[in-house]
């Protein structure tokens, strides 16, 4: 969940590594540091609990110039330790190696009391000091920096991601990574490496992406990778085609507005190259994705938070549409249980980042499973599996059979937005696609999606003309703790995703609940202290949620209703109707009415006075479990 950067050049590096810890504040913000090998090859090293902005205070009111041409720097969210000075990284063992760690080291316990009868010396509560010792340790014994922590790396369980420098070798830093991801960024007499390209865009866009079990031996001229054999490899440095603009704020006040007010461009682009003509493009999922598609009988979806909630929709649709039985499951529970996995089974992970410690578990058990179920069966096992992801060289991408990218751009924002809006495309894109392939819908049916979806980018935009009246209407929420959403249909997850908004960024407590189960125990809660929020589409199910409303309404309950034109909830007292939008349809009502809950989460959260961007306890990429 932390973020790392790093770099070796001719130049000062301190300017360059407190920008990338800027760029990467997203993955955690609860204390931050830099190490530099200076002009005398000695580490100096400035810590600071906090944000970033407070570590750059600190370096400018160092008594002596702090600057050097090999440094390592970390932005972290508290695992092992609380946030504090001391927990912060970089670690440094006696004054020879310094290291940062993004992951969790499951076996420290065990490395520590080995380490203290070693006469090893702690001053924090984190699982990476072990790191700096044993790389430390294993130094006694290892000619070269890189066979320290080759040596060392064997001897650690968990998930990480490292950056290691020393006074020992000091034109040299060492990179590696197990379960969690690391760049490369190449530049001229110059190389850098960092949890994530955005950190380095100011630099370089030639990035090499480390496999699991790298380790990278960096210099200023040369950079050589080892894999997890130990062998010499090779590995392609890809240009990125993200922009500096890209992960800048503008004339936006936080990010997260910013990426709202991005959807309907992350839709446009989507879209490109996967409808054409009024139809979908099956080749789009990869080259054998049709024939793949025609033998599935059975969709697995497994994701994490807001992904979960966008495969929750999917299920309505996959059931309603493709005639396909679909399952929908937390990576965290599915990845440590016994499920039952059948042939010709669509196995789909949703994650923004790729990175996702538990969906990525999940998806090795099911690969694992399949394996297992090919060597004892005498039949064609056929799971293939298909990651709907935002990062093109994510782990998650290049572990999966079948790939499609969400094309949101970078989402900085902690609350996920733009990401979540075109993983339901993708979804609906999907869904149409196998439905078509296999002879569940007519040409006529497909024009109708296809062409629904097209109009997204005008739908979302009409939703965001009533940003005037949404934010009047969050004045409502600014001595409330506690929230209800209801929601009919696929309309329940999409209530799920804005209660999880509102809990995120706003801090108040707030529940989901189909508006059918009112009965069943929410109508306890309701009074004059719980707003409750509707989603009211134009659908078969728009007179059921009209009486659960009336329920709501007889018991003194104060709401808000986002409603499709068509539907006519009158409003009246204790009642506020905001007409979000109009002729929505089955595929992209959830997605057009989610928009208007993000911006009633974002103007909440700036009545409350809260960090929009960068709320308490939570972080971007969740790379550890």
């Known amino acids: 969940m932390c973020g790392i950067v790093g770099g070796i050049a001719e130049r000062n590096l301190t300017p360059i590594l407190l920008e990338g810890l800027k760029r990467l504040e997203y993955r955690g913000y609860d204390s931050s540091g830099i190490a530099l090998l200076n002009a005398d090859l000695t580490l100096q090293r400035v810590r600071a609990l906090g944000k970033i902005k407070r570590l750059e205070q600190k370096i400018n009111e160092c008594d002596e110039p702090f600057a050097g041409n090999v440094g390592i720097a970390h932005t972290r969210w508290a695992t092992h330790g609380a946030p504090a000075e001391n927990n912060a990284h970089p670690h440094i063992c006696n004054g020879s190696v310094a290291i940062v760690h993004n992951g969790i080291i499951e076996n420290y316990e065990l490395l520590k009391q080995e380490q203290l009868a070693h006469n090893y010396q702690f001053t924090s509560e984190t699982d990476t000091e072990v790191v700096a010792h044993e790389v430390h340790y294993q130094l006694r014994t290892h000619d070269s920096l890189f066979d320290a922590v080759s040596a060392a790396v064997k001897r650690f369980e968990g998930a990480y991601a490292l950056g290691v420098i020393s006074t020992t070798e000091p034109d040299t830093l060492i990179a590696t990574r197990r379960g969690s991801p690391l760049v490369v960024g190449v530049g001229i007499g110059e190389h850098f490496i960092a949890s994530d390209v955005s950190a380095l865009l100011p630099v370089t866009r030639r ?33 990125s085609n993200l922009s500096v603009e890209s992960v800048e704020l ?83 529970e599915y990845r440590y249980r016994n499920p039952v996995l059948k042939n010709k089974t669509l196995f789909i992970t949703l994650s923004q980042s790729g990175e996702t410690a538990d969906t990525l578990a999940a998806l090795q058990k099911v690969v694992e499973m399949r394996h297992d179920m090919s060597t004892s069966s005498q039949g064609d096992i056929l799971i293939p599996t298909l990651a709907v992801c935002n990062v093109p060289e994510s782990s998650l991408t290049r572990a999966s059979d079948f790939v499609c990218l969400t094309h949101a751009g970078p989402e900085i924002g902690v609350a996920s937005t733009k990401a979540f809006t075109t993983q339901l495309v993708v979804l609906a894109v999907l869904v149409t696609t196998m439905s078509r392939v296999k002879a569940q819908i007519d040409d006529k049916r497909e024009k109708a999606i296809v062409t629904g979806l097209q109009q997204l980018p005008t739908l979302i935009t009409k939703v965001l003309s009533h940003e005037d009246i949404i934010e009047k209407i969050a004045e409502t929420f600014s001595d409330k703790q506690h929230a209800l959403f209801l929601g009919r249909g696929t309309m329940y997850p999409i209530a799920m995703e804005g209660a999880l908004k ?40 728009l007179e059921k949620l009209k009486s659960n409303l009336q329920e709501v309404r007889a018991r003194g309950g104060k709401m808000i209703i986002f409603e499709d034109e068509s539907a006519d909830i009158e409003p009246e007292e204790g009642m506020q109707v905001i007409k979000a939008t109009t002729n929505v349809g089955r595929f992209t009502a959830p997605i057009v009415f989610n928009i208007a809950l993000q911006l009633l989460s974002y103007h909440v959260a700036l009545i409350k006075g809260t960090d929009v961007d960068q709320p308490r306890n939570l972080a971007k990429s969740v790379t550890v479990e």
């Open 250 to 332: 503008g004339q936006h006040r936080h990010y997260m507005h910013k990426e709202i007010y991005e959807q309907p461009q992350a839709v446009i682009d989507t879209l490109v190259g996967r409808i054409k003509h009024d139809s979908v493009i099956p080749s789009s999922f990869g080259q054998e994705a049709e024939s793949v598609f025609k033998q599935i009988e059975t969709v697995q979806i497994i994701a994490c938070g807001t992904s979960y909630h966008a495969g929750m929709v999917a299920k309505y649709w996959f059931e309603d549409v493709c005639q396909l039985t679909c399952h929908v499951e937390v990576a965290s």
């Open 502 to 541: 509102l809990k995120e960024i706003s801090y108040i407590h707030a529940e989901a609940y189909p508006a059918g189960e009112l009965k069943h125990g929410p109508l306890a809660l309701i009074d004059e202290n719980m707003p409750v929020i509707a989603i009211a589409p134009h659908d078969d199910l």
């Open 207 to 239: 990035f090499i992406f480390l496999e699991d079990g790298d380790i990278a031996v960096v210099t200023k001229d040369s950079l050589q990778i080892f894999d997890v054999s130990g062998q010499s490899v090779t590995r392609e440095a890809k240009e």
